[in-house]
């Protein structure tokens, strides 16, 4: 049942929640490593970099890239353990939604492709036009 969802908008604030089915198997690599735990470890380690930065760092002589977004005010990525497990995304932002979404797809585009190359049917942001990367945006967004 394909639906188009809206922005949950108000006033200001706007929030967009997706989830994406995590591959199955393993990665073709030189290690046997799943897409899931590919996935988990990559997550370790954004949340191990940002917190020692934010620790750390009374000085910040570079920006991380989620702070170079201005409007966004939140985000989380969590692994739901249910089957098939899922990756869910929650951002609050202080834009509509389209507006976001064209500040989001080329700066974080290569991040959020790092993330999300572990997710069944993900578009690349960085190998794929805006309509595109939104298209699965709006498909995967709950």
Known sequence: MNRLVSSKHLEAVSDLTLSAPIRQGFVPAFESVTYE??????????????ATA????KIKPFVDTAERIQSLL?????VIDSEPKHLLLSATFDRPFEPY??????PLGPLLDVIFCNCEGYVTATGHSFEDYLAWVRKSQL
């Open 101 to 106: 979404m064209r500040l989001i797809w080329d």
């Open 37 to 50: 735990t590919r996935l988990q470890l990559l997550l370790k380690a954004l949340f191990k970099i940002r």
């Open 54 to 57: 934010r620790e750390h760092s």
């Open 74 to 78: 939140d985000f989380r990525l969590v």
